[in-house]
């Protein structure tokens, strides 16, 4: 029971960390909530065909299947992520002044909750089926009673649902006028460490070159597969051993995100100062 429920919880924590900045990004959208739980259950769904069609995924493209297939849904998600950035670069003085004034909520804003319902779908659709797995390979060397394992199982999603919970009204006490940003930054260092990770795979299927195999090594100081380490790698993409690709991946996204994020926020406000109802 024990290491299903540490299993549980750490891959529910990896995805939770994603889906509270998701729900704190998008706070102020009308109809989140609709789009995000389908998300979670467009990710859960996801998982469970993954995991039935592993064998025959990995064997798929010359045994580079699973790592083709992991990098296609990082790269969607980068793309669904940079979407949002720039919607809320765009709207986000708009979302600002409606959240003080109290007014009704934006309702322009289901392009980006797509995105980010996307991204919500391919964080659970990772980490669920890794639960998936580890759960069969628990139950196929009879290491645990399938009761036992369930109690564990529901023992990890109620403590990953709950840091993720924590993590959400954690955000939410940032001030309004610096919500958007803060949660905007995060979303960066979100793609920015899916891009790196999507190249990681993209080595492994062998479509690219590793540019250094290890630059470093802090490992003795975190490791990336503890509990702190696979926290911090959902969020902000570290590594303690990185791949030279892995690391100009992610400056290359990240830079890019908050140069474009930049000039659609400028453009922006000229444009509100510019209006006539200003």
Do not use: C
């Not at 009761?147 to 403590?159: F, S």
């Not at 795979?201 to 070159?209: D, K, N, R, S, T």
């Amino acid at each position: 029971m024990l290491a299903a429920a540490l299993i549980v919880f750490r891959e529910v924590l990896e995805a939770g960390l994603i889906v509270g900045v998701v729900l704190a990004a998008t706070e102020g959208v009308a109809r989140r909530g609709r789009w995000i739980a389908g998300g979670v259950a467009a990710g859960v769904l996801g998982a469970g065909l993954v995991a039935l069609f592993a064998q025959q995924l990995s064997e798929a493209f010359a045994g580079a299947g699973q790592a083709l297939f992991n990098a296609a849904i990082l790269v969607a998600a980068v793309l669904m992520l940079s979407w949002h950035i720039l919607w809320m670069s765009r709207h986000a003085r708009e979302m600002v002044r409606d959240m003080k004034a109290m007014g009704a909520k934006l309702t322009a804003g289901e392009s980006t909750l797509l995105a980010m319902a996307t991204v919500v779908a391919v964080a659970v659709l990772r980490e669920g089926s890794e639960v998936v797995l580890f759960l069969y390979g628990i139950a196929a060397s009879g290491g645990a009673q399938p009761m036992a394992m369930l109690a564990g199982g529901l023992i990890g999603v109620a403590g990953g649902a709950a840091v993720t919970f924590a993590i959400y009204r954690g955000l939410l006490a940032i001030p309004t006028g610096r919500l958007f940003a803060v949660t905007n930054g995060l979303v960066a260092l979100l793609a920015a460490g899916m891009a790196g990770q999507a190249a990681v795979y993209l080595v492994q299927a062998g479509l690219i070159p590793s540019l250094g195999d290890q630059l470093w090594d802090t490992s003795w100081l975190l490791r990336d597969d503890g509990l702190i380490g696979r926290a911090l790698h959902a969020l902000v993409g570290y590594s303690d051993r990185p791949m030279g690709v892995q690391l100009a991946a992610y400056v290359a996204v990240l830079a890019a995100l908050i140069g474009v994020g930049r000039l659609v926020g400028t453009a922006s406000a000229q444009r509100e100062a510019a209006s006539p109802g200003a």
